[in-house]
């Protein structure tokens, strides 16, 4: 049909702030349409007037090619009436109609932005703040929608004459682009001494490269928060870092200016260069080479190094144009905090908190609204798996495959991150943390209210982990207000999160592995290795790794050596000191620990395939005391990474004959494990050995229990095993098994308010 005609058209997704509308003016004007388009609280609103097969390529176009960081959820066009009228408006935002617009994460410094930074003839050349449609803080600057400057962090710096014709120019870069600034009109880059002494831009950032040079520690402000950086080839102020950080051994990531830089350090393929260097910039878990330039301090007893480039323009004018005398190759970047804190965001919080962490201060004063950490991401067979879902990421929503009611699920006590979903969106916070501190809590409270703003959703329903007494299911109760609290299970909200990834509507149940830590069981025991049958509506425990005794609770998960020895002496294996584990431990811990497990006092049952990682890390040797979460099985997985196996000489022992979920005994393994010690195998091979066990435990139970399902649902903490996940997955699918692993969310508690909402929402 031709002939000259209207349309109204409504686009949903994510088109603020990406240069959505400079898109939509080039494309109808290059159609010869004329109209306006417009933001509005549910995404943009278009009119157009031309021809009818000319609107209609200009839809095709709408759907199949908006600008890069717009996510296009839905178009609907309706006719109207024909009102004449020449060339193409741009409107400015409206007030808010009480839809929904879902606002831009923050964008890495794009190519276009980064050569006027290094272009002595662009007026932005140096300039420590340049952005564009297409790049710069979202998340972090606006406080509420619709997305305008006057709602952001921006809205006390004018616009000079230069920027302000760029921005209502709807051919240029910048049209539209809130953040927009210039040397003239934008923030200031101040470097702050350690004597309070202040400097400006650019002999600050001379001063600034040299501390770092020196072996100084420099705090600097980022996009979400303040890191703490020194040269990460320098043993110590690596060391001296940890030291004020109290940080134990917990790998430090290294922030590189781009990726030849990246290629020094690790191997990377075509997958892990478009991780590292696509706009969310997260930290990629790459294999470290042996020859790489970092000192063994960044990541003690790790195989693996953290890397990101930088993202920031601040952070390349810190590594250094062609012309600057260069700082570091290589950045340490950890978040501006003591350890376990928030990380700082405020200025005269970070100069006063981080006063005894770092040595000088690059600092500026274009506000941070929330704190936001770094993303954090590894490879599985060359799929992405989310570590850490955070800077980059939060607050894209996530596709619901089910409608639901306005929902606040407030995910777990451990690498918290709470959501909001209203009908078939989903919106997680970033990263807040361990929910153990009072500065968390307050952190929890204000990206609430926040995501509220953002999203406009007024939750009817909390959602919160089964657990008593996690902090976050207190604070649903504490905030609830007369609105429903429904408890859902830990590990069914890790298989329903996986689930909704992967858009499963529930009307079929999946077999889930959910292997972790730490999770409430209705039972009162720790659970944590366990095989459910499940939909959102329920769950069915197939099967359960055996009790152990936990003895002492959280001290046996920092000691791995305890949790050895309980399960040595749930297999009938006596405590001999040629056993590391056995060694380890005091001979006056040892009597209180075989007292608490002959009369089960101070002890609480748990079926953790975490724990159980822990025990045969400890009993090959690897690693007896941890100082950080999962230190154990981390290590021994890097170990097992590079060692053959051989054949598959360890074994699980499944009980089916019982009442109630089959029981999987490791008592025959472990007592391979300590033949093995006792051989002189390799920890490595005696890790590698384990993997595979544990691989092949997973598939039998699958064909055992995946009846009236083909579809396996992987997730849990310990998933996060690249090992473990790859292999598991390759021969799941080997023997014919659907597999749904995670991609949007990560496999332990950060993903697990996810799943909470569509439990929640299903009874
Ligand atoms: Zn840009
Ligand atoms: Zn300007």
Redesign the pocket.
Do not use: F, I, L, Y
């Given at each position: 049909m031709t002939g000259r005609c209207r349309q109204r058209i409504w686009v949903h997704g994510v088109v603020q702030g990406v240069g959505f509308r400079p898109f939509v003016y080039t494309t109808a004007a290059a159609a010869g349409l004329s109209g306006s388009v417009r933001n509005d609280s549910s995404g943009a609103i278009i009119e157009v007037e031309g021809e009818r097969d000319h609107i209609d390529g200009f839809l095709d176009r709408l759907r199949d090619d908006p600008p890069p960081l717009a996510v296009i959820e839905a178009v609907e066009a309706r006719d109207i009436p024909i009102v004449g009228g020449t060339g193409f408006r741009i409107v400015d935002t409206s007030r808010s109609d009480g839809g929904r617009t879902l606002v831009s994460p923050d964008v890495a410094m794009c190519a276009d932005c980064e050569s006027e930074q290094r272009n002595p003839a662009n007026r932005r050349y140096r300039h420590a703040f340049v952005n564009c449609t297409n790049c710069g803080p979202r998340f972090t600057i606006i406080a509420g929608v619709p997305y305008d400057r006057a709602a952001t962090t921006m809205a006390d710096f004018p616009?000079?004459a230069?920027?302000a014709d760029e921005y209502a120019d709807p051919t240029d870069r910048r049209f539209h682009a809130q953040p927009?600034?210039?040397?003239?009109?934008?923030p200031t880059l101040t470097y702050l001494e350690g004597s309070g002494h202040r400097i400006g831009a650019e002999h600050g950032l001379r001063r600034a490269r040299q501390l770092l040079r020196d072996g100084g520690i420099l705090a600097v402000k980022g996009i979400g928060g303040y890191h703490l950086a020194c040269d990460a080839a320098n043993d110590g102020a690596v060391s001296e870092l940890r030291r004020r950080k109290r940080r134990g051994d917990k790998p430090f990531a290294v922030m590189v200016a781009d990726l030849p830089a990246a290629r020094a350090l690790c191997g990377l393929d075509e997958s892990s260069e478009r991780l590292l260097s696509g706009p969310q910039r997260p930290i990629v878990l790459l294999a470290r080479s042996p020859s790489a330039p970092v000192a063994d301090s960044v990541a003690p007893h790790n195989p693996d190094l953290g890397v990101m480039l930088a993202y920031t323009p601040l952070h390349t004018l810190l590594f250094g144009l062609p012309d600057d005398e260069p700082g570091p190759a290589a950045l340490v970047m950890t978040s501006g905090n003591l350890g376990g804190e928030p990380i700082c965001y405020r200025d005269d919080d970070a100069v006063e908190r981080l006063s005894h962490l770092a040595d000088g201060w690059l600092m500026h004063d274009r506000p941070i609204l929330v704190p936001c950490d770094d993303s954090v991401v590894r490879l599985v067979s060359g799929s992405e798996l989310p570590i850490r879902r955070s800077r980059g990421y939060a607050p894209l929503p996530v596709a619901l495959p089910m409608s639901v009611p306005p929902t606040l699920a407030v995910g777990a006590d451990l690498k918290n991150t709470m959501a909001v979903a209203e009908g078939r969106y989903a919106w997680l916070s970033q990263h807040i943390g361990d929910m153990d501190d009072l500065a968390t809590l307050s952190a929890f409270d204000s990206a609430a209210t926040h995501l509220g703003a953002l999203t406009g959703v007024h939750p009817e329903v909390f959602v919160a982990d089964a657990h008593p007494r996690y902090r976050s299911t207190s604070w649903a109760h504490r905030n609830a207000g007369g609105r429903p609290v429904r408890p859902v299970q830990h590990h069914h909200a890790h298989i329903a999160a996986v689930m909704a990834e992967h858009g499963l509507d529930g009307s079929e149940q999946v077999l889930g592995f959910a292997f972790d830590g730490t999770g409430y069981g209705p039972d009162g025991a720790i659970w944590g290795g366990e095989v459910l049958l499940a939909d959102y509506k329920g769950f069915r425990r197939m099967a359960q790794l055996k009790y152990v005794s936990l003895p002492g609770g959280d001290i046996s998960v920092l000691r791995p050596y305890r949790m050895a020895m309980s399960h040595l002496w749930a297999a009938g294996v006596s405590w001999a000191d040629d056993l590391p584990p056995v060694n380890a431990c005091p001979a006056d811990e040892r009597a209180v620990l075989l007292h608490q497990l002959e009369t089960g006092l101070g002890c609480v049952r748990t079926s953790s395939m975490g724990r159980l990682f822990d025990a045969v890390s400890a009993l090959a040797g690897v690693r007896q005391v941890v100082d950080y979460e999962a230190q154990a099985a981390i290590e021994l997985e890097g170990l097992s990474r590079s060692a053959d196996s051989g054949v598959l000489r360890y074994r699980f022992d499944v009980d089916l004959t019982v009442d109630g979920p089959a029981q999987v005994d490791p008592a025959a393994l472990l007592r391979a494990v300590v033949d093995d010690v006792r051989n002189g195998v390799p920890a490595g091979v005696i890790g590698a050995r384990f993997h595979a066990a544990v691989v092949r435990l997973i598939v039998e139970l699958a064909a055992e229990f995946a009846t009236g399902t083909n579809t396996v649902a992987l997730s849990g903490g310990v998933f996060q095993n690249a090992l473990l996940a790859g292999i598991t997955l390759t021969t799941l699918r080997d023997n014919g098994f659907e597999v749904i692993t995670h991609r949007r969310v990560p496999p332990n508690d950060g993903g697990i308010a996810l799943g909470q909402l569509m439990v929640g929402n299903s009874g």
């Open positions: 616009m000079c230069d920027c927009v600034c210039c040397p003239h009109c934008g």
